[in-house]
């Protein structure tokens, strides 16, 4: 439901749009470095550039990660908790609708995460400690309708919003994508009634004609 792979698109030319989108993945540099550093998708890059810019993320913390599903932004979280002998300090738990193949260490929910049986799962396993980062890569499948798109992107962020306003801890942070366009003045004007510190951050790794930016909120309000 809310990870999105390569969509082929048929009639009107853009199939060769398509072919021609998939060729230059194979040559993206990013893509190539995710397979020799072992990640899952070229998205691991931006989830490490933010983290380093914000100095977010270390051993110890608890890190919930929704729509996970290939895993890429889970195994960065788990790279940065390895302790000593390759033990991990803290814990990953991941979240996806979808199948994701096991990360060792990262505890993974498939399920949706609205649902109160899914819920109790992820309270269960963090038996009373609160989050100190929610991280979401999501994306809705998108219909190429502007305003449609917009008010998918804005309903993904606002999940993503009210799932850490019940599980972060005060000084807790959640990074979210969203994209510009309708409707993002008022995702971050939302995020900023709840959070102390709201920034927007494009990172190398996400392609500039890509609409995509990441909004980094910190410190809930009380």
């Known amino acids: 439901m809310f990870n999105v792979g390569i969509t082929r698109l048929y009639g009107n030319g853009q199939e060769k749009t398509s072919k021609a989108w998939v060729q ?20 691991a890059f931006k989830l490490i550039e933010i983290l380093d810019n914000e100095n977010l993320l270390r ?18 979280a788990r790279e940065r908790m390895l302790g000593a002998g390759g033990v ?16 060792e260490g990262v505890e993974f929910i498939q399920g949706d995460f609205r649902e109160d049986d899914v819920l109790q799962k992820l309270e269960k396993l963090l038996d009373g ?18 305003a449609a798109d917009s008010a998918r992107m ?15 801890r005060p000084e807790g942070a959640l990074i979210v994508k969203a994209f510009h366009g309708s409707g ?12 102390h510190r709201v920034a ?14 990441f909004l980094v909120a910190r410190d809930l309000k009380a």
């Not at 803290?90 to 096991?102: A, F, H, K, Q, T």
């Open 154 to 168: 804005t309903h993904v962020c606002e999940l993503a919003l009210e799932f850490s306003l019940k599980h972060l």
């Open 59 to 76: 051993p110890g913390n608890v890190v919930v990660d929704l729509g996970a599903a290939p895993g890429s932004w889970s195994q960065v």
């Open 88 to 103: 991990i300090n803290g814990r990953v738990i991941s979240l996806d609708l979808l199948e994701m193949e096991p990360i």
């Open 200 to 213: 927007t951050r494009k990172p190398k790794a996400s392609r500039d004609r890509s609409a995509e930016t």
């Open 24 to 43: 230059q993945h194979i040559n993206d540099p990013y893509v190539k470095m995710a397979q020799q550093k072992g990640y899952r998708a070229r998205a």
């Open 184 to 195: 993002f003045s008022q995702i971050v004007k939302s995020f900023k009634g709840h959070f």
């Open 129 to 146: 400690r609160k989050v100190d980062l929610v991280i979401s890569d999501m994306a809705p499948n998108l219909s190429g309708v502007a």
